[in-house]
Structures are given as C-alpha cells and as structure tokens.
T-cell receptor, first 113, second 113 residues
Framework: EAEVAQSPRYKITEKSQAVAFWCDPI?????LYWYRQILGQGPELLVQ????????DSQLPKDRFSAERLKGVDSTLKIQPAELGDSAMYLC???FGDGTEAFFGQGTRLTVV | AQSVAQPEDQVNVAEGNPLTVKCTYS??????LFWYVQYPNRGLQFLLK??????LVKGSYGFEAEFNKSQTSFHLKKPSALVSDSALYFC???????????FGTGTRLKVLA
C-alpha cells in the first residue's frame, strides 16, 4: 500500500541551529500539506501546496520557516533558526483531490534543546 | 470560517461496551467530514469519511459515524469497544471545493479491560 514517506523520524537540535524535514507524498497526489502538532493537540496547518505552488501559508512563521516543493513531488520544510517553542511533531500529508481523504506520514518528532 | 469542536478531552469506556466520540462542525457549503486515529508517536490514520449519501458511514476496524446535518454533528461510534481502540481520535472538516482540512483538538479514548 502506498504511503507518505517522511524523514527523519526523530530530530534533536540546539536552538538557533537550522533543521530540515523531507516528505515524499503518495504518487499522483497533487496536494501536499505540512502540519505541526503540539503534544496532545490537533494538527495545525503550516503550508499547503497544489503541485509546486503554495496555496496557503497563512500560518507559516515566515521569518524562520520555509517550505518548497520544486518539482511538484517531494517537499522540504526548513526552520532557521530553531527555537525552543518549535518542539513538536511535524506531519506531512497528501491528497488526490476534492472529496478525498488526506494520507499522513509517520511524522518527524523535533526536540529543540 | 471552518471549525471543528470535540467537546470531550477524554472518553472512558469498558471493554465490550458501545463507544461514542463526539464531533460538531461549522463550515460554509457542503461539508466533507473525516475521522482519524493516532497512536503514540505515529501519524494520523484515516478511519472513515462522509462526502455525500447515507448519513451512516462505516469505516475501518468496526467504526462507524453518523452525519446529522441539522445538528451539524458527526459522532464516531463503535458497538463494542476493544482495549486496542485506546488512542487519540481526531475529527476533521473540509468545505467542498477547498483543499484545507481543519482538525479538532482530539479526544483521548481509554478502553478499560
């Protein structure tokens, strides 16, 4: 069964350092999402791509976060510099189209120390 | 604006008893509704969805959900709970014609042996 791939699964970084996460969506899924999930809370959308274009990044802290999906396939989310409050699970998801469910990867657990 | 409410932080139920996890929503236009389950340190796993048609939808692992348009609710149900159902459950809504999924804050289900 096709899956959304994310790496790394776990990342520990010192504050003020740069960190990057990678996501490979299910083949054929045009829509890709990056969510942040604080422990015990629901996922919050950071950025949404339709193919290679950003369609919603209203909740992305653009002073330190950036995201790209250059060829409309895999995607990278970067944080520079990381802050203690960035510690969270970062989830990538993809969907095929309207009316279809989003499929989630296993997530990257980030700890900033 | 779209929103989802899960009024219970935690639901406790005895093994073998029926369970209900509540969800209400607010969306402009026709809603697409979803339930996901999350186990510790894992991504979200799709359970079921309502797009159109029968108000009672069946999903994975014996779960079902009832769409009630007048009460704007989409409660998750299972006739007989298992200890292995213990997890965090999220309701999500998406307005038709949009690609943004909005998640509730989650309900922790504990099934007691």
């Amino acid at each position: 069964e096709a899956e959304v791939a994310q790496s790394p699964r776990y990342k520990i970084t010192e504050k003020s350092q740069a960190v990057a996460f990678w996501c490979d969506p299910i083949s054929g899924h045009a829509t890709l999402y990056w969510y942040r999930q604080i422990l015990g809370q629901g996922p919050e959308l950071l950025v949404q791509f339709q193919d290679e274009s950003v369609v919603d990044d209203s909740q992305l802290p653009k002073d330190r976060f950036s995201a790209e999906r250059l060829k409309g396939v895999d995607s990278t989310l970067k944080i520079q510099p990381a802050e203690l409050g960035d510690s969270a699970m970062y989830l990538c998801a993809s969907s095929f189209g309207d009316g279809t469910e989003a499929f989630f990867g296993q997530g990257t657990r980030l700890t900033v120390v | 604006a779209q929103s989802v409410a899960q009024p219970e932080d935690q639901v406790n139920v005895a093994e073998g008893n029926p369970l209900t996890v509540k969800c209400t929503y607010s969306v402009s236009g026709n809603p697409y509704l979803f339930w996901y389950v999350q186990y510790p340190n894992r991504g979200l796993q799709f359970l079921l969805k309502y797009i159109t048609g029968d108000n009672l939808v069946k999903g994975s692992y014996g779960f079902e959900a009832e769409f009630n348009k007048s009460q704007t609710s989409f409660h998750l149900k299972k006739p007989s709970a298992l200890v292995s159902d213990s997890a965090l459950y999220f309701c999500a809504v998406k307005a038709s014609g949009t690609y943004k999924y909005i998640f509730g804050t989650g309900t922790r289900l504990k099934v007691l042996a």
